[in-house]
């Protein structure tokens, strides 16, 4: 079993930069796709970016391309979220996911394990 937790979400103000963390446990890190998803108030859970086992491949929605950057650290058991020019459409809940088979996750559908997520809230 993989435990997944979240970290740094927060209240930021459109244009703001936030980083954001996910710490794995339980498994062999390494051997599993990584990916982030994000739900925004009222809405469906979505894909934000994910990242192949060894972070030399990734791959990003269209709507946070070129503002978001996702990386890992096989040694720490982490990947992270890094999250630049914020904006208000941003705002959701963040969740961490991975992929057992080492495949991209890119559909809900694709990935084993969860977060419990984390809030990120953007103010206009």
């Known amino acids: 079993q993989v435990l997944l937790v979240e970290s740094g979400g927060g209240l930021v103000q459109a244009g703001d930069s936030l980083g954001l963390s996910c710490a794995a446990s339980?498994?062999?890190?390494?051997?599993?796709?990584m990916g982030w998803f994000r739900q925004p108030p009222g809405k469906e859970r979505e894909f934000v970016a994910t990242?192949?086992?060894?972070?030399?491949?990734?791959y990003y929605a269209g709507s946070v391309k070129g503002r978001f950057t996702i990386s890992r650290d096989n040694a720490k058991n982490t990947v992270y979220l890094q999250m630049n020019s914020l904006k208000p459409e941003d705002t959701a809940v963040y969740y961490c996911?991975?992929?057992?088979?080492?495949?991209?996750?890119?559909?809900?559908?694709?990935?084993?394990?969860w977060g419990k997520g984390t809030q990120v809230t953007v103010s206009s």
């Open positions: 339980g498994g062999t890190f390494s051997s599993y796709a």
């Open positions: 996911a991975a992929n057992s088979l080492g495949a991209f996750i890119t559909d809900m559908r694709n990935a084993d394990y």
């Open positions: 990242i192949s086992r060894s972070g030399g491949s990734s």
